[in-house]
C-alpha cells in the first residue's frame, strides 16, 4: 500500500505563488509516475503535471510555463510550484502514484487532496 499526503494549498491572490507538496509513504517498489491532478467545481478532473521515474515531465496546456513538478526520490516526496497563479487555477490538487508494468496499471493511488483558491 501506499500512502499519499498532500499540503501547502491555500488561499493567495492572483499572480501570487504556491508550492504544493506531496509526502508518500508504504510500499513505493516500482512506483513509475507522480503526478498532480485537480477538479474544480463542476468540472471533470484533469491532469496537471506529471513526471517519470526517468525524469520526464508533461504538462497541461493551461499551466505551462506558470506550474513546475519536481521529485525527491530520497524523501519520498514530489512538489509543484505554482507561480503566477490566475483564478483558472482554483481547484482542489491531487497528489496520484501510479506503478505500471509493460503498459498495465497496477498500481494507483491517490492523495486526500488540497484546496487551492486564487482571487482576483
Known amino acids: 500500500q501506499v500512502q499519499l499526503v498532500e499540503s501547502g494549498g491555500g488561499l493567495v491572490q492572483a499572480g501570487g505563488s504556491l508550492r504544493l507538496s506531496c509526502a508518500a509513504s508504504?510500499?513505493?517498489?516500482?512506483?513509475?509516475?507522480m503526478g498532480w491532478y485537480r477538479q474544480a467545481p463542476g468540472k471533470q478532473r484533469e491532469l496537471v503535471a506529471a513526471?517519470?521515474?526517468?525524469?520526464?515531465?508533461n504538462y497541461a496546456d493551461s499551466v505551462k510555463g506558470r506550474f513546475t513538478i519536481s521529485s525527491d526520490n530520497a524523501k519520498n516526496t514530489a512538489y509543484l510550484q505554482m507561480n503566477s497563479l490566475k483564478s483558472e487555477d482554483t481547484a482542489v490538487y491531487y497528489c496520484?502514484?501510479?506503478?505500471?508494468?509493460?503498459?498495465?496499471?497496477?498500481?494507483?493511488?491517490w492523495g486526500q487532496g488540497t484546496q487551492v483558491t486564487v482571487s482576483s
Open positions: 513526471i517519470t521515474n526517468g525524469g520526464s515531465t
Open positions: 496520484n502514484a501510479r506503478r505500471l508494468r509493460i503498459g498495465v496499471v497496477t498500481g494507483d493511488y
Open positions: 508504504g510500499n513505493m517498489f516500482s512506483i513509475n509516475v
